[in-house]
Every structure is written in C-alpha cells, then in structure tokens.
C-alpha cells in the first residue's frame, strides 16, 4: 500500500497526536474538573443572593443581583456543558483512542510486511 504525501502527512499528525496524549489528557480532565467548579462556585453565589432579591422589589441591588443570575446563568450552564464534555472525553479515551490506534498498528504492521 503506498500512501501519497497528503496521506503521510495526516499519519504523522495521527503519531504526533498519540505521543502528546498522556499530557494532554491531565489537561483535559483538568479544565474540565476547573470549569465545573468556577460554574459551580458563580451558580451558588448567584443562588444564594437571588432569595433576597426575590423578596426586595424596590431595591436597585436586588434589581442587579436578578440581572446578575439572568447574565450568567446562561453562561454556567455553557460552562457545566463544557466541563461536561472535557471530562467525558477523557474518560472515554484515557488509554488513547481506539481507532487512531487500531490505525496506526495496522500502518506499522503493513510497513514491516513490505519491509521483509
């Protein structure tokens, strides 16, 4: 099997992606585990103010922590989605993923057959 150039360069990439996984998945499940808990930590804050605000009509401050939960609680469900994903794919590839490496072991496994 020759492979083109274009098709070289997009194993290399694959190669070059294997190698830096075991960093990168540290990572990942970090900026998941860090974007979970800054949402957490704004949506309790947000939670905790907004029982007074509820109560407290004609206070500007209550007027503002409602206009606070209603600008950023849209943001933290993005933000617990985000963490979401991050921790999930790193879960679901801890030991790398299964296709590029199935790729990549036939690739080497062809390579030697052509080489004896």
């Known amino acids: 099997?020759?492979?083109?150039?274009?098709?070289?360069?997009?194993?290399?990439?694959?190669?070059?992606?294997?190698?830096?996984?075991?960093q990168l998945r540290w990572f990942t499940l970090g900026a998941g585990l860090f974007g979970a808990l800054c949402s957490s930590f704004i949506w309790i804050i947000l939670l905790k103010h907004i029982d007074s605000a509820l109560g407290d009509h004609g206070d500007f401050l209550a007027r503002a922590w409602l206009f606070a939960f209603a600008s950023f609680y849209p943001k933290c469900l993005l933000g617990f989605c985000l963490s979401a994903y991050l921790i999930g794919w790193t879960i679901r590839d801890w030991s790398g993923n299964t296709n590029r490496v199935l790729l990549l072991k036939l690739l080497e496994a062809d390579q030697k057959d052509r080489a004896k």
């Open 1 to 22: 099997m020759q492979l083109t150039s274009r098709e070289t360069k997009m194993v290399e990439r694959l190669r070059k992606q294997e190698r830096q996984w075991p």
